[in-house]
Nanobody, 126 residues
Framework: QVQLVETGGGLVQAGGSLRLSCTASGRTLSSRDTMAWFRQVPGKEREFVAALRWSNSRPWYGDSMKDRFTFSRENAKNTVSLQMTNLEPEDTAVYSC??????????????????WGQGTQVTVSS
């Protein structure tokens, strides 16, 4: 059974940084897999943060994260990290990692992912 476990959330002041990690267990990831981060605040839909194809480790980002977030893969492990810098109060949300095999055009959609972590809270104070 595939499980995703996130770590690294917490409380930070505006302008600060946090690093989230997500580890997949239960099977070895393959070149067909994509790992992604989404975030959600109460009453709103999940928002795409970033995704990374296991085949080439090249990430792509949501529009407001591109210059502040870095999504990377840890070599030889089923682990990815999301380094978030210059955080803003608007970044406050529950961040969840996801695993699936979406086609490129669907990779920003939560429905394209099969497995989800439990989520980790990120709170940015002003």
């Amino acid at each position: 059974q595939v499980q995703l476990v996130e770590t690294g959330g917490g409380l930070v002041q505006a302008g600060g940084s946090l690093r989230l990690s997500c580890t997949a267990s239960g099977r070895t990831l393959s070149s067909r897999d994509t790992m992604a981060w989404f975030r959600q605040v109460p009453g709103k839909e999940r928002e795409f943060v970033a995704a990374l194809r296991w085949s080439n480790s090249r990430p792509w980002y949501g529009d407001s994260m591109k210059d502040r977030f870095t999504f990377s893969r840890e070599n030889a492990k089923n682990t990815v990290s999301l380094q978030m810098t210059n955080l803003e109060p608007e970044d406050t949300a529950v961040y969840s990692c996801a695993l699936g095999q979406p086609i490129v055009s669907a990779a920003r959609l939560p429905s394209a992912y099969t497995y989800w972590g439990q989520g980790t809270q990120v709170t940015v104070s002003s």
